[in-house]
């Protein structure tokens, strides 16, 4: 009885020990280094989301003139609009910093911006942290007196509209920070030494990094003021490796490519290159176009004009194009110094979710398709989605509304049992394979609707099922596009057609198969504790431990 006592319990420590093995192979850790950052697969709720909201907010939201680039206009481009301002309007031994005691913010309702948000059909929002100008939208102990609760709104923005977003919305919450500051002392030393002392980095840029995510946790991290120095002087690949690796958001963070000179488009998360990026054709790796509904200006402007607005036909066009190359769109809004939503942006955003509840079947969750537009119709922009019962759905987001009768789409081909639906509209659309040489193409036959049945007022949706055709391009487990055809079938995807999509990348273990060996090495070490305890208790002779 004792021998076998015995070989139980070797048995049952090399077990222990096989599983503690296995989760440390399993458990990817990212080098700081590009090579290794750069293969950290994109959590799977950004692409999903699509949509976005940016905010900029902060002390250029008082004079509020020009742009948020007030300070750097005024004081070294010397803007004759700006100089003029401040000629008429202030005494002369004005300063900026004397704009962060106007900088009140009484009327804002972190409540109120979240019904806002929630309402425009938006999945994550981006909130200025911290821009070029200095200031913290929260209390960071960093920024002394130049921050939120020293002056200004005595109170924590970023805190505030994080609890809000969270209680109020199912949307993610993430935060904009810029690595520099123009008037910085210690950021001018640096830079008057060619960046061969990191002062700035080490007791400014850093600390607040490392003080945002561990306080606010959140799940964007959209780095800004990044082109005057290279990465290795911010020390960039350091922190994305704690980010990843050990912070308290590491298994759902994502991060843009803004992180040193020389670093945009080709490193980092999600790609966003340069401000409204905007490609209109398919990229090799998910990518973002930030932009904002006030064409002249991030941060709000008193004097902009109503021709300055995105019209809900340009912010749709916009967004259906970014969605249809595989891109996601990040919408930015402008507060004002009192903390208010202006109507014409709460109005654009409240529309955009009112359109979403109809189509937004063709935007969340959707995979750019075989053709991103079609090659013979104009304004028609293609997306793909896989539904549940197999097989895939193409939409086709058609920018201007067809003349009743024959419609034709060049791009997709007709199939045995397609059927076509106009999302938002009740009765099925007809269609048929088009006449002639033709081998592609299907025409649709467009009924004449009342104007009180429309489904919506721009943009209109065809979702067209069991096409011929069936391929998408997918987001691949190292951040790269990559087509691949779908199943006919059930009986397809049981013979493996979907293995390619796993195995694209045979190097990395999913997330879920982490989290399974962490939590077997947590109950292996409870089931050593309770075996220890109890030979302990019996003092058997022949316990290993």
């Not at 079938?489 to 399974?516: C, N, Q, T, W, Y």
Request: overall charge neutral; proline content about 5%.
């Amino acid at each position: 009885m004792a021998d076998n006592n015995t070989m139980v319990s070797r048995f049952f420590l090399v077990a222990i020990w096989t599983i503690l093995m296995v989760t440390c192979v399993v458990a990817t850790r990212y080098e700081p280094n590009w090579e290794s950052i750069d293969k950290r697969p994109l959590p799977s709720w950004y692409d999903e989301s699509k949509i976005g909201i940016f905010i900029h907010w902060g002390v250029f939201s008082v004079p509020s003139l020009i742009s948020e680039w007030f300070w750097y206009d005024w004081k070294t481009q010397n803007s004759s609009k700006a100089q003029k301002f401040m000629k008429d309007n202030y005494k002369p031994d004005w300063t900026y910093q004397d704009f962060a005691d106007q900088f009140t913010a009484e009327l804002f309702n972190p409540d109120e911006w979240a019904d806002i948000f929630g309402a425009s059909g938006a999945r994550y929002v981006v909130l200025t942290s911290k821009h070029h100008e200095g200031f913290t939208n929260w209390p960071s102990k960093y920024s002394f007196s130049w921050n939120s609760m020293d002056v200004g709104p005595n109170r924590d923005l970023v805190g505030s509209l994080a609890d809000s977003i969270r209680k109020k919305t199912s949307m993610r919450f993430g935060l904009y920070h810029s690595l520099f500051e123009w008037y910085n002392p210690l950021y001018l030393q640096d830079k008057a030494n060619k960046f061969q002392t990191q002062d700035f980095v080490k007791f400014k840029t850093l600390p607040e990094l490392y003080e945002i995510v561990n306080t606010y946790k959140p799940e964007v991290i959209w780095s800004d003021g990044d082109w005057e120095a290279k990465d290795v002087y911010w020390n960039s690949t350091d922190f994305l490796a704690w980010l990843y690796n050990d912070s308290p958001v590491k298994d759902t963070v994502v991060t843009n490519d803004r992180w040193g000179r020389g670093t945009r488009c080709k490193h980092g998360g999600f790609y966003n290159c340069m401000d409204k990026y905007h490609p209109g054709k398919l990229q090799n790796r998910k990518w973002e176009n930030c932009m904002t509904i006030d064409k002249a200006s991030w941060g709000y402007r008193r004097d902009a004009k109503i021709s300055d607005m995105l019209t809900m036909e340009e912010l749709i066009t916009t967004l259906v194009e970014t969605v249809s190359c595989g891109g996601n769109i990040l919408i930015n809004v402008g507060p004002t110094h009192d903390g208010r939503i202006v109507p014409v942006f709460e109005e654009r955003l409240r529309s955009l979710g009112q359109w979403l509840d109809v189509n937004g079947e063709a935007i969340y969750s959707s995979k750019p398709w075989t053709f991103q537009n079609d090659t013979e119709t104009p304004a028609v922009w293609y997306t793909a989605k896989k539904p549940a019962a197999g097989g895939m759905n193409v939409y086709a987001l058609v920018l201007k509304w067809p003349s009743p009768g024959d419609f034709y789409l060049a791009s997709p081909t007709i199939g045995t049992n397609t059927k076509v639906t106009l999302l938002g509209y009740d009765d099925p659309i007809a269609c048929r394979k088009a006449p002639g040489t033709k081998n592609n193409g299907i025409i649709l036959t467009i009924p004449a609707i009342p104007f009180n049945k429309m489904p919506c007022d721009y943009a209109w949706v065809f979702k067209m099922e069991n096409l011929a055709e069936r391929e998408m391009h997918v987001l691949s487990d190292a951040n790269n596009v990559e087509l691949f055809r779908l199943p006919r079938s059930f009986d397809e995807e049981d013979e493996g057609l979907f293995k390619k999509m796993i195995a694209a990348d045979e190097m990395r273990v999913p997330e879920h198969s982490v989290k399974l060996s962490w939590l077997l090495c947590a109950c292996s070490m409870l089931a050593v504790y309770i075996y220890t305890c109890a030979c302990r208790r019996k003092r058997r002779r022949h316990c290993i431990f």
